[in-house]
């Protein structure tokens, strides 16, 4: 699998995304995962399964050297000193003592966006994470943290599949050589009967949602983080990285509605447009 190696990250271009999966559902998708070959696991406070990971990993058996494990903290959390609280806690039902990425889960209104990166940034100093993240940040929160207050950031995760286009964050992020991380890849499920990519699926013998995954998957610097509880339905979507798309399935992808925005809670930021 193609490991995507940027400011001190070495992170498989797909990975396991746990949320909402909890308990011993959770924990067996975990050690399927890894036992599949999967190296890159997402997790993050809110979900409330880090302990159900953690179990996972442990159980599996993996060199903690060979994972790539990500978490976040919730937007309510952003105080320096609820940022460590938070991250010990997550460490302690990881069983580990680092993360290799600790992102910020959401921005918060009125946050101390410089208080909040720099206890980001002594947390890495501390070796108790690798890398440091921002996800759900609009272009105009991570020019701020990037372009005016220089913050480490390595990577940042968003939304991004073939139904939502994000030509602001991609341009933006692109310019500053910052790897993404697509969460809900295959759009909760969506893609299945969207006709062009059955039509496309028929033709290389896949599915539609390999399909959107591979058009996910062949972008430079793009991680996809799909859920799934089946050791099936992984097994899937690790084939998808052999699919290779061709001018022609790239044309018609483009022509598909780019305005299907799934999460989008009460408290988000303003969004890029998405034209």
Known sequence: MDVITRHGLAMPKL???TWP??????????ESALALGYRHVDTAQMYANEADVGAGIAAAGVTRGDLHITTKVWWQNLAPERIRAALDDSL??????????????????????????ASLVALRAAGRTRSIGLANFPTALLSQAIDVLHAPIACCQFEYHVLLRQPALLAFLR??????????????????????????G???????SQIGLAWLLEQPDVAAIPK????????ENLAALALRLDDEDRA??????????IANPPFHPVWDATG
């Open 21 to 30: 999966m909890t308990g011993a559902t959770c924990q067996a998708a975990v």
């Open 202 to 208: 028929r033709k290389h013998g896949a599915t539609a």
């Open 175 to 200: 310019a500053h050589d910052l790897p993404i991380v697509a969460y809900s890849p295959l759009a909760k499920g969506a893609l299945v009967d969207v006709p062009v990519l059955v039509e496309i």
């Open 92 to 117: 302690r039902m990881l069983r580990t003592d680092y993360v290799d990425l600790f992102m910020v889960h959401w921005p918060a209104p009125g946050m101390d966006l410089a208080a909040m990166l």
């Open 15 to 17: 990975g396991l995304g």
């Open 228 to 235: 799934s509880a089946r050791p099936e339905r992984m097994r």
């Open 252 to 261: 018609r992808i483009a022509t598909l509605p780019k305005d299907h925005r």
